[in-house]
């Protein structure tokens, strides 16, 4: 059975005229939500504020992790910027070149040691990939293997802190090992399910102190609506 969830229903978007096509996605902690499959073929307009900022500034020969259908890519190609979209899912990599991305790469991010850039591009929560928050230092330090001297990851992600407030404004983590920024997902489309895998959401400060024993310097570029953030990690 194909796995490849984003891939089968991009391609179903790109070539259906049903475009309300979404992907289901259940998780250990929140309930059950999807992801319309349209708004991950937004243009830059539709795009919210924190991604635009990311696209404006992103200089340099750009790596963008987990393209998906290529929307951040087509913008950055089209106003004549140099980008390579990486993406390991076959079919998005067939959307992505369907809709007129030229610089694309078939692999896992983790995998990939080619070539160095001066920008890495983890927009929505991209850097969550690294799963956990123990994970979180080597997954760092391979994207530092990747970057040119002073390089930059830019990325987006959020504190989830929200999720634990009570009614009357007090703040209740559940004291556990598990950082509480940790989600473990699923995904589902027509029927299929992907294997669970971990997800991680990281509050600032904490990307901050793990980025300094990275030898990354940390910039906060702006705060969204609600409790997510754009930053960008200098590669020292």
């Not at 194909?2 to 992907?23: E, P, Q, T």
Request: aromatic share 12%.
């Amino acid at each position: 059975m194909n796995k490849d969830i984003f891939g089968n229903a991009c391609l179903d978007y790109l070539n259906s005229k049903d475009k309300k096509i979404a992907i289901k996605v259940k998780s250990d902690i929140v309930e059950t939500d999807v992801i319309p499959v349209e708004y991950l073929f937004r243009n830059f307009d539709q795009m919210p504020v924190l991604e635009q900022k990311a696209l404006l500034i992103s200089e340099g020969n750009i790596l963008d992790v987990g393209a998906c259908a290529g929307s951040h890519s087509l913008y950055l190609q089209n106003i004549g910027k140099s980008v390579t979209s990486i993406d390991k899912s076959k079919g998005c990599c067939e959307v992505m070149h369907s809709r007129g991305v030229k610089n694309i790469i078939r692999e896992d991010i983790f995998a990939y040691k080619e070539k160095k850039y001066d920008t890495i591009l983890l927009l929505m929560n991209g850097i969550g990939i690294a799963g956990t928050l123990p994970e979180f230092p080597a997954f760092l330090n391979h994207l530092k293997n990747l970057l040119n001297p002073s390089g930059r990851i830019i990325f987006d992600s959020s504190d989830l802190q929200y999720l634990y407030y009570e009614d009357d404004g007090s703040l209740n983590i559940p004291f556990t090992e598990r950082y509480y920024g940790e989600i473990t997902y699923q995904m589902e489309y027509k029927g299929n399910n992907s294997k669970k895998f971990s997800w991680l959401f990281v509050d600032p400060f904490t990307v901050e102190n793990i980025a300094k024993e990275c030898c990354f310097e940390m910039q906060f570029i702006a705060e969204g609506e609600h409790y997510d953030y754009l930053a960008c990690l200098i590669n020292e």
